[in-house]
């Protein structure tokens, strides 16, 4: 039997897993892959979920071959965020099983179809049960259920799940998080094996791009959207109608003292207060990673306000390419509104 060993560096920071991924790519036809930990240290929420999904797709890429690991007991942080069952292999807890406490969110993975039926059997659109799973999480990171990081993060995750859900075609996408008092950091991981960005921003006649560094480009402007076009009429009645504000308001909050990033087919973005890095990256659908600034995100609603006016000032730039008013669920906290 015919036996490949994958030596997992150590850095497994965001520069890290991405070289790391790459060479997953490489990875020989094999009888059986050893993924050797040893070097392993600490890795973060972002890094659990991507190189956890770029390891499954190396599984799903190769069904008849064995997948194992070495010298990995000393990853208890990975294992009980669920990372080594991800892909399968029988070693801590499951995406989802472990409770989320402690100011950590565990792997877990959450079906589009599901989330649209509990919206339905509810009798509200599926971004208000979107809006509730992410006060859930969020209550859970901070460990409280008000306050300027609850807001933040309740926001965040709101719109990068309703992404996923309105726009990626994707049937599941995964979601892992942390929250580090001492540091005065939060990062958010999300992965969805759909589309991609591309695809989805060229359901808009209006758009007009030639790379996928452009679709992303295209797609942290304010008021672009693969779908926002078809729904101008009953935007201004629809408090969730989607208006291509959602991952300009994101990546604006977390520049905003820490830093953004966003993947889609073979590029990626890495956005911080005044820089932004193109980076090679291949992936099939969407990965982003939120990092936020606990001590940036006082006040968040005037935060907000303030992004939604700049964000209106260049939409306007677009003319009619693109939405020049963000819906309301968009451009405030989602109790500013619900009660009206």
């Not at 070289?19 to 600490?42: M, T």
């Not at 936020?292 to 992004?307: A, E, G, P, T, Y």
Request: hydrophobic share 40%; with cysteine; charged share 20%.
């Amino acid at each position: 039997m015919q036996q490949y060993v994958v030596n997992v560096p150590n850095g497994l920071n965001l520069a890290g897993s991405i070289e790391f991924a790459i060479q997953l790519r490489s990875l020989p036809p094999a009888d059986e892959y050893l993924f050797d930990f040893g070097k392993v240290g600490w890795v973060s929420p972002f890094s659990l979920l991507y190189i956890s999904s770029e390891v499954q797709r190396c599984v799903d890429k190769y069904p008849s071959a064995k997948f194992s690991v070495s010298n990995h007991r000393h990853m208890g942080y990975a294992a009980h965020m669920g990372f080594f069952r991800a892909f399968r292999v029988d070693f801590g807890k499951s995406p989802g099983e472990a409770p989320g406490s402690q100011t950590h969110f565990p792997i877990t993975l959450f079906e589009c179809d599901q989330l649209r039926r509990e919206a339905a059997e509810s009798h509200v659109a599926v971004a208000e049960t979107i809006e509730s799973r992410s006060q859930d999480i969020s209550s859970i990171l901070c460990q409280n259920d008000s306050g300027s990081l609850f807001d933040a993060l309740a926001y965040s995750l709101r719109e990068i799940m309703r992404n996923v859900v309105e726009h990626s075609e994707s049937s599941q996408f995964g979601l892992c998080a942390q929250y580090w008092p001492k540091k005065g950091t939060v990062e958010l991981g999300l992965v969805d094996r759909g589309i991609g960005i591309g695809a989805a921003l060229r359901e808009n006649p209006k758009l007009q791009f030639d790379s996928g560094g452009d679709a992303l480009r295209l797609a942290l402007m304010p008021g672009i959207s693969g779908k926002a076009h078809k729904q101008r009429n009953e935007a201004r009645y629809n408090v969730w109608a989607n208006s291509g504000f959602g991952l300009y308001m994101t990546s604006r909050l977390c520049r905003n003292g820490g830093n953004f990033f966003i993947a889609s087919g073979d590029c990626g973005l890495l956005l911080k207060a005044k820089d932004k890095t193109d980076v090679q990256i291949p992936f099939e659908g969407t990965a982003l990673r939120l990092s936020l600034c606990v001590d940036s995100i006082q006040d968040i609603s005037s935060k907000l306000k303030q992004f939604r006016e700049e964000g209106y000032e260049v939409a306007a730039r677009f003319g009619k390419s693109a939405v020049l008013s963000a819906s309301t669920a968009s451009q405030m906290l989602a109790r500013d509104f619900l009660d009206r």
